[in-house]
């Protein structure tokens, strides 16, 4: 089996193509790396450039092209801080998705550092030691705590080289204030998670991204006088990285890009990289750093086999509710990821309950709205293009156990309104239902649409909603811990089924956004 794993990344676009035997070695086919910075000056302006954007897109289709030559069996992609953060990072997705055909998982900070980690783990031997795992991206910084068996912390810091370089104004050269600004924020974004490693306790430190590695070798060079033959499991010191960073500090691009070790494409804020991976080194208390070259699409790779090829899959309902199994085993039977769809039924049933009152729906009804939550995407195995079609064909053939024929319909009718055209009443299977199904049907696709919206990203960052309704609009405000620009954005473009449902103005914002 060969795998194709893309990284979206914030200062990097990465493409691994990895053949996969039948014992689960990975053999690399191929491994690409584009300079795009894709988040360049989004950490000031919210948006990605034009010009980020236009060959974000190039290169990514790129990578498709040519893993499709490689004959690959799935082609695996995330998008990090940038794509995250960006305000138009959904139409970035929505427009690659339909150049390419693939959808790309924005994933959050944590899973960032897990998948990190599941790479690093492969790669380097822990034997019984607990280690401390610390990449820095272009927009952030993960640092997670584990041993051979299990993580047992893991954090996304919102420090990174592109950000840093915003919050210096772009500067080719840094003043003693501007240095002195930059170390009080890496102190106030790190030093309380800092404290939690320190807490947890670790008996070394393994750096990956490429920002790390190239600060590694530059200061082996720079201490030995000799190139590193092998850049994993590599150790270099933490006074070693100090003399650097002081020395990339005072100098200008042009000089810089001089250093042995340091490449032409990463001179604009390689000495932001220097200052930030020291200073989470001396609040770690470290005196050293291990260099590892795995990195996130590796992960991203492992992850898909332990996901699709080594996992048991479990059932996610009681035994004895044979509605709720039967929709779970249609789920994974599908490749549809049960526990994200778990989320979405979550928030669409604290719309409706909280909407009690405008629709006069029963808790028959709730059910149906929580089953099809649960079961619209299983489309997605047949295609992405008009996989909401496919998902009704799927459900209405695959004699669902408990649920009575009419039933069925409803959940198909569901799946095909929860995207694209809502329900029109010259659609043959619409217009045969009774009145008061069709107005059913009208609101809970409505409500549907919204709950998939807040999920956008598929990491859960949307944990509450609450529904203010006034005389012409309702107001939904969204709780959580991440900032949800990229769930308000795909919630609102889907929120006309349930105004015309309603007969009101539909409004989504967060209830108390996260600052920069």
């Not at 993580?151 to 919102?158: A, L």
């Not at 994974?332 to 769809?341: N, P, T």
Request: glycine share 8%.
């Amino acid at each position: 089996m060969n795998l194709a794993a893309i990284d979206i990344g914030t200062n990097s676009i990465h493409l691994v193509i990895a053949e996969v035997t039948a014992r689960q070695n990975i053999k690399v086919l191929i491994d690409e790396k584009e300079m795009v910075k894709l988040g360049v000056g989004v950490f000031a302006t919210n948006q990605l450039s034009q010009d980020a954007f236009d060959r974000g897109l190039e290169v990514i289709k790129r990578y498709v092209q040519l893993a499709d030559q490689f004959g690959v069996d799935e082609i695996i992609t995330a998008a990090t801080s940038a794509t995250r953060e960006a305000k138009n990072g959904g139409a970035f997705l929505d427009k690659l998705s339909k150049e390419t055909g693939i959808v790309p998982r924005v994933i959050s900070g944590k899973e960032e550092a897990r998948l990190i980690f599941l790479a690093v783990r492969r790669a380097i031997a822990f034997g019984d030691e607990k280690v401390l795992v610390l990449d820095i991206g272009g927009g952030s910084t993960e640092a997670t705590v584990g041993n051979q068996e299990d993580i047992f912390f893991k954090k996304s810091i919102k420090l990174g080289v592109l950000r840093l370089l915003d919050m210096a104004g772009g500067k080719d050269t840094l003043n003693i204030e501007d240095i002195r600004d930059l170390e009080g924020h890496i102190q106030l974004a790190a030093e309380e998670i800092m404290k939690e490693v320190v807490a947890e306790g670790f008996s070394k430190v393994i750096g990956t991204s490429g920002t790390i590695r190239t600060l590694g070798e530059a200061a082996h060079l720079a201490s030995k006088g000799s190139p590193i033959s092998t850049v994993n499991a590599e150790v270099v010191s933490t006074k070693e990285l100090e003399k650097l960073s002081k020395k990339l500090l005072k100098m200008g691009p042009e000089k810089r890009e001089k250093v042995p070790g340091i490449s032409s494409n990463r001179v604009d804020a390689i000495h932001l990289g220097s200052l930030l991976l020291v200073r989470l080194l001396q609040m770690a208390k470290a005196d050293s750093i291990t260099l590892c070259d795995a990195s996130l699409r590796e992960g991203l790779i492992l992850d898909y086999l332990d996901s699709n090829v080594g996992r048991k899959k479990d059932l996610l309902y009681p035994e004895g509710d044979l509605r709720h199994r039967s929709v779970s085993h249609l789920a994974l039977r599908y490749k549809s990821d049960v526990e994200q769809k778990k989320h979405v039924a979550h928030l669409a049933l604290q719309l409706f309950d909280q909407l009690q009152e405008q629709h006069g729906l029963d808790k028959s009804h709730r059910e149906i709205l929580e089953f099809a939550c649960m079961i619209f995407e299983v489309g997605h195995f047949i295609g992405y293009p008009k996989y909401h079609k496919h998902s009704q064909y799927i459900i209405a053939h695959s004699r669902l156990r408990g649920f009575t024929n009419e039933e069925i319909l409803l959940l198909g009718l569901l799946a095909r309104y929860h995207r694209k055209k809502g329900p029109k009443k010259k659609q043959k299977k619409f217009k045969r239902l009774p009145k008061g199904q069709k107005r059913m049907i009208r609101f809970l696709s409505g409500i549907m649409r919204i709950a998939i919206g807040l999920d956008k990203t598929k990491n859960q960052w949307v944990e509450k909603v609450l529904c203010e309704i006034q005389e012409e609009t309702l107001k939904i405000s969204l709780q959580g811990e991440e900032n949800p620009d990229l769930e308000i954005w795909e919630s609102m473009r889907h929120r006309n089924v349930l105004e015309k449902a309603m007969k009101k103005n539909v409004v989504i914002t967060a209830d108390s956004p996260v600052p920069m």
